[in-house]
């Protein structure tokens, strides 16, 4: 079964083909990806009616450069998936529109993916992929979750972020920093040539004795910081920078390391755009060692939003069972979609090789 995977939820176009065997993992034939971030730059953040209208330009030529690596033809394909959700409506609808149109032109049927699930089960595409159940971390710009995950499905919302997110803190604070965007990688890279220690920074919701996750504050106290620094700012940049990733990477590692106490789980998944964070995969990876923990990942390239992780999600729904592709081809798109509504406890999901 050729499963087509089409991703426009923000300002990345991806598109990937994946071949499901049976009751093995799929695996990935193509993928091919374009970033909007050069276009967005200039503004700052992006801006949607951009994002849509690249998007527009953009996923026809992919699909054919996908098809072509592959050596495939349109006909060949069983489905035709998309990102139904979370993300900018305007360009959701690019992705939804073009794959329920070539369904319906090819009389494949269609289905939607959630985001989010595509995220979560990144760390499949893989050559090491974990094991069901497992508890997963799931931070990108704009969603912190900690998730118990029982199959393909099968997903428990143990705690999240209550305002800001993770993701959303790195930006803000790099923008508060004069950082150019995007600003997330900016200033972790930024930050390795820092003092973490230089700063004392809070740490929202640490010891708050539950899962829930808090940013805002710690934004704002980087702000207050870079005030207090005036023109000192400049010379002093690296350590702010270093300073705000700690607090960050502290309250996630001990955040997840709590959940799998809780869960008595010794598997953790970490996916999203934050994931690739070196400073974060260093300390889950010592605190890992000491505990007996295995800390999977997506490869870096399938952190941020790409059509690999799309197509691999609808294909596991399909093999599990959870869910059947449609050929009714009106579509809607969830801009708010909270990953929990597709919560199916006790769902076992694909074997994990």
Not at 52 to 73: C, F, M, Y
Not at 336 to 341: C, E, F, N, Q, V
Request: hydrophobic share 45%; aromatic share 4%; charged share 20%.
């Amino acid at each position: 079964m050729l499963v087509l995977g089409i991703e426009s939820s923000c300002d990345e176009t991806g598109v990937a083909l994946v071949e499901a065997r049976g009751t093995a993992l799929p695996v990935l034939r193509a993928q091919a990806l374009h970033t909007q971030i050069e276009m967005h730059q200039a503004y700052g953040g992006v801006v949607p009616e951009l994002a849509s209208r690249d998007h527009i330009r953009r996923v026809l030529p992919l699909t054919q450069a996908v098809l072509d690596e592959a050596g495939a033809h349109l006909q060949q394909l069983d489905v035709v998936a998309y990102t139904r959700g979370p993300g900018l409506a305007g360009a959701l609808l690019v992705g939804a529109g073009i794959a329920c149109a070539l369904g319906a032109a090819l009389g494949r049927p269609v289905l939607g993916v959630h985001h989010l699930e595509g995220h979560l089960l990144s760390p499949f595409l893989g050559a090491d992929p974990p094991r069901f159940p497992f508890v997963a971390l799931l931070v990108s710009g704009g969603h912190t979750q900690l998730m118990r995950v029982e199959g393909v499905g099968g997903y428990e919302l143990l705690g999240e972020t209550i305002d800001d997110a993770a993701g959303e803190a790195f930006d803000k604070s790099a923008k508060l920093m004069g950082l150019p965007y995007p600003g997330g990688p900016a200033l972790s890279r930024l930050a390795e040539q820092g003092d973490p220690q230089a700063f004392k920074l809070p740490r929202p919701l640490l010891h708050s004795g539950d899962l829930d996750f808090s940013f805002a504050g710690l934004k704002t106290a980087v702000l207050t910081q870079a005030r207090k620094l005036g023109p000192e700012l400049q010379a002093r940049k690296a350590d702010l920078a270093a300073a705000t990733q700690a607090a960050i990477v502290e309250v996630l590692v001990k955040k997840s390391l709590a959940a799998l106490d809780r869960c008595a789980l010794d598997t953790l998944v970490v996916a999203g755009g934050v994931g690739a964070n070196k400073a974060l995969r260093a300390q889950l990876a010592a605190a890992g060692a000491g505990r007996n923990l295995r800390v999977h990942y997506p490869q870096p390239h399938w952190c941020t939003d790409n059509g690999a992780m799309i197509a691999m999600a609808a294909a596991m729904r399909l093999a599990s069972g959870v869910e059947a592709a449609s050929r009714k081809y009106a579509f809607d798109v969830k801009p708010r979609w909270p990953l929990s509504d597709l919560a199916s406890p006790g769902v076992q999901g694909s074997p994990a090789g």
